[in-house]
């Protein structure tokens, strides 16, 4: 019996890990994104898109991104992002529902 309790923890963990792992990319990498990239650019820098819409011309992908350390709450760990490509090429890009600016 004490055997299973020792091996329950550790897997937990790596359960927890492993769920994590797909959410694993922090916002701040949102900065390195700028205007005229291509898909594949951003890709390597965001990771794989959590939702993708599309209009003819123009596609927009959302990611999940980790908010920064100090930012956190066991309530809200990460802030949706998008990046709208228009005829392949970042258009626009930013926190969804964040007030406009100006």
């Not at 994590?20 to 898109?49: E, F, H, S």
């Not at 209009?55 to 309530?75: H, I, N, T």
Request: include cysteine.
């Amino acid at each position: 019996m004490k055997r299973s309790a020792l091996v329950l923890p550790p897997a937990l963990f790596l359960l927890g890990a492993a769920l994590l792992a797909g959410c694993a990319v922090p916002a701040k990498n949102i900065d390195r994104v700028t205007a005229g990239m291509d898909r594949d650019q951003v890709r390597a820098i965001m990771g794989q898109p959590d939702t993708v819409s599309h209009a003819p011309g123009k596609e927009c992908a959302y990611y999940a991104l980790l908010k920064d350390f100090w930012s956190r709450v066991p309530w809200s760990l990460s802030e949706r992002y998008y990046v709208c490509f228009d005829e392949g090429k970042v258009a626009s890009f930013g926190k969804v529902d964040a007030a406009p600016s100006g």
